[in-house]
């Protein structure tokens, strides 16, 4: 669907060359919600925008539906642009243009008629759950609002593909689930592409398929989420990661523990399983939880505790053998 082939895009400024992606390859799914995720700088929007050429890339290819955008005359290339909708954080409505309008536009833009756009219009304000608003100015809308009125924007022309720019930062998290429900209907329900790129590893958890994070132009991890979440291979990603999930020990309760501390993630129906209490039950070794939580990634369990093993030294060896066996993972963070 979208293919990208070492793409590079270096910007020229008065103090020199900046890169923005660095030689970034890249296959998106039809149907896919796609997650890219990095600090600020690391080249997400700068990725972003080379995917309908609002950037031209420096060297490489992007390739949307077998189409390679670059060998586009102009006016193809407008066509083309108009099957990738985009929404951004800051929503760029037009404040002087009614609810109707703003999305009007992008059909008028496109050539439609007055009677399809009043058609398509009206459809699209259902869809986003704001037929009430149509004729309110974008100050009378709140920010959750705005974003619907900017995706319904997006859909106007029934693009295939849906690039959001940070489209859930500057809204809070209550809103932020609303809206992410929303794009996942949309994905569902129209079958659409979507490349979201975030700083939120919450909005990734809650509707990517998969993900690619960013640093220095670079994607330094890519895969299926409940696979990035269950075992990062970056400190970059753990990092992320653990911004949802915190799942390190707390200082204080490391310092007072006396016994082995082991470290064990589950994934999947395992984390269902009563693996802690066969073990209890199988050896000689009191086990007490110190820490833990049980997450939902996309409706699959992942659980990470934090145990104290005490007994003898041979019988924890052998039910942190038990254990390392049965789960996926399974880290030894302080020995007796
Ligand atoms: N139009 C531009 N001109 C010059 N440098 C740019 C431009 N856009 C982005 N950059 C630089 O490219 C790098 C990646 O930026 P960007 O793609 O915006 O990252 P992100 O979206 O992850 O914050 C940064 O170093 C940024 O300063
Ligand atoms: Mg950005």
Redesign the pocket.
């Known amino acids: 669907m979208i293919r990208v082939e070492h793409l590079k895009?270096e910007?020229?400024?008065k103090k020199g060359t900046?890169?923005?992606?660095n030689d970034v390859s890249l296959t998106i799914e039809r149907g896919e919600i796609f997650g890219i995720v990095?600090?600020?700088?690391?080249?997400?929007?700068?990725?972003?925008?080379c995917l309908n050429l609002l950037?031209k890339p420096t060297s490489g290819n992007v390739q949307v539906d077998g189409t390679n955008l670059g060998n586009l005359k102009e006016k193809e290339l407008r066509e083309a642009r108009q099957k990738i909708g985009m929404i951004f954080q800051h929503f760029y409505l037009v404040s002087s243009k009614t609810v109707f309008d703003n999305i009007a536009f992008a059909l008028k833009a496109a050539g439609k008629t007055k009677k399809e756009m009043e058609s398509k219009v009206t459809e699209l304000l259902e869809l986003v759950g704001l037929s009430d608003k149509r004729d309110v100015f974008p100050s009378q809308l709140s920010g959750g609002q705005k974003q619907r009125v900017g995706i319904a924007r997006a859909l106007a022309n029934d693009p295939k593909v849906l690039l959001c720019?940070?489209a859930t930062s500057a809204l809070d998290p209550s809103t932020t689930k609303s809206i992410l429900s929303l794009l996942k209907k949309i994905n569902l329900d129209l079958g659409l592409t979507i490349v979201l790129?975030t700083?939120e590893m919450e909005v990734v958890k809650d509707i990517c398929d998969r993900i690619a994070v960013?640093e220095n132009?670079r994607i330094v991890e890519i895969g299926r989420v409940y696979d990035v979440f269950s075992k990062p291979t970056q400190e970059l990603t753990r990092s992320f990661i653990n911004s949802v999930l915190d799942f390190d020990l707390p200082e204080h309760i490391l310092k007072k523990s006396t016994g082995t501390i082991v470290k064990i993630t589950f994934q999947g129906s395992v984390a269902e399983e009563s693996v802690v209490s066969d073990m209890i039950q199988k050896f000689k070794v009191k086990g007490n939880i110190l820490h833990g939580k049980i997450e939902y990634i996309q409706g699959t369990p992942l659980g990470i505790f934090v145990m104290e093993l005490k007994g003898e030294s041979t019988e924890i060896a052998m039910a942190a053998e038990y254990l390392r066996n049965r789960t996926q993972n399974l880290e030894v963070i302080q020995n007796d």
Do not use: F, N, Q, W
Not at 18 to 21: D, E, L, S
Not at 38 to 49: D, F, P, Q, T
């Open positions: 895009k910007y020229t400024t900046v890169i923005g992606v990095g600090y600020s700088g690391a080249g997400k929007s700068s990725l972003l925008r950037e720019d940070e790129i700083h960013m132009g």
